[in-house]
């Protein structure tokens, strides 16, 4: 077994470990840091079967923006726990069956001759002769030449978006008090306190304007 045989063992068993811990464990929190922890294992696979763009792409696509974004909403939302696991024996065991033809579908597949050493290679005729090239590189080559007008229609429209997002988020509204922070830096405890003097005592209110009446004591 060579080096990249062994790598590739210890990324899959971390995964499944990941994974099986995504659907097990209890806090939602510790479930998005093992999907996490997932991801970039399935992202070191790819690398190994030379796949270096999706790679890139799962660690800065899901991981960089996805799972941050959800990771947020989690911590922010009151999860209840308790109530979500009410009917978790109810669906148990149609979620074993499906589980159980899940393994079988994987099962035959792996067991059909998948091995790592033979991963496909991206190769360039040029002129007379054949040479081994990466096929990010290709990738971006092709994007960037045969595709270059659909993919500026596409950045047109995510800028679009990002501008029609931005300048939705900014309106002024009347009843919104807007905070500089430059101004709180700046404060002084004069601008924020004021001391008001009063008298030690007051006077009291006179019999007639008060309900219960006054009790003189002439011990």
Do not use: C
Not at 61 to 85: P, T
Not at 173 to 188: L, M
Not at 193 to 218: F, I, W
């Amino acid at each position: 077994m060579d080096v990249k045989t062994g790598l590739f063992y210890i990324f899959s068993t971390v995964l499944l470990l990941a994974a099986f811990r995504v659907i097990t464990t209890r806090n939602p929190v510790h479930a998005v840091l093992f999907l996490v922890l997932s991801f970039f294992q399935a992202s070191m696979i790819w690398m190994l079967l030379k796949a270096e763009f999706l790679a890139i792409t799962l660690v800065l696509v899901y991981v960089g923006a996805v799972m941050v974004l959800f990771l947020f909403v989690v911590m922010m939302l009151d999860v209840n726990v308790d109530g979500i696991r009410k009917g978790f024996w109810k669906h148990f065991p149609l979620a074993a069956v499906v589980g159980v033809v899940i393994i079988l579908e994987m099962s035959a597949v792996l067991m059909g001759g998948f091995k790592v050493s033979e991963a496909p290679a991206t190769l360039v005729t040029l002129g007379q002769a054949t040479v081994e090239v990466s096929n990010t590189k290709e990738l971006g080559m092709l994007l960037y030449t045969h595709y270059l007008y659909p993919l500026e229609i596409a950045a047109a429209l995510l800028l679009v978006g990002m501008i029609a997002a931005i300048a939705l988020t900014l309106r002024h509204r009347k009843d919104i008090k807007a905070v500089k922070p430059d101004d709180q830096v700046r404060v002084k405890s004069v601008d924020r306190l004021t001391v008001v003097k009063m008298g030690a005592t007051q006077p009291s209110l006179p019999a007639q304007l008060t309900d219960t009446p006054v009790v003189e004591n002439k011990a």
